[in-house]
């Protein structure tokens, strides 16, 4: 998970488009769902619904930065 972190905030320090992003955002939240099942607890479950969320809300038009930050 912490890989796919960084390389989406490399992709995002490049500039990449949301046709970049968006792939490994959704595969960061599969692998955030599954740590979270784990070991993530309370606060790992609130970071994934605020990841969930982010994506869902995502316009194929427009890809909000603030989406990393979750």
């Known amino acids: ?3 796919r972190l960084e390389r989406i905030e490399a992709l ?4 990449a488009g949301r046709a970049a ?8 939240l599969g692998e955030a769902e599954a740590w ?3 070991e993530g607890g309370d ?8 990841l969930r969320s982010a994506l869902a809300g995502a ?3 427009a890809l909000s ?3 990393i930050a979750v």
């Open 21 to 28: 992003l968006l792939p490994e955002l959704r595969a960061l």
């Open 43 to 50: 606060a790992g479950g609130d970071a994934v619904d605020g």
């Open 1 to 3: 998970m912490l890989e």
């Open 12 to 15: 995002d320090r490049s500039g």
């Open 36 to 38: 979270a099942s784990t």
């Open 65 to 67: 930065h603030d989406m």
């Open 59 to 61: 316009t194929p038009k």
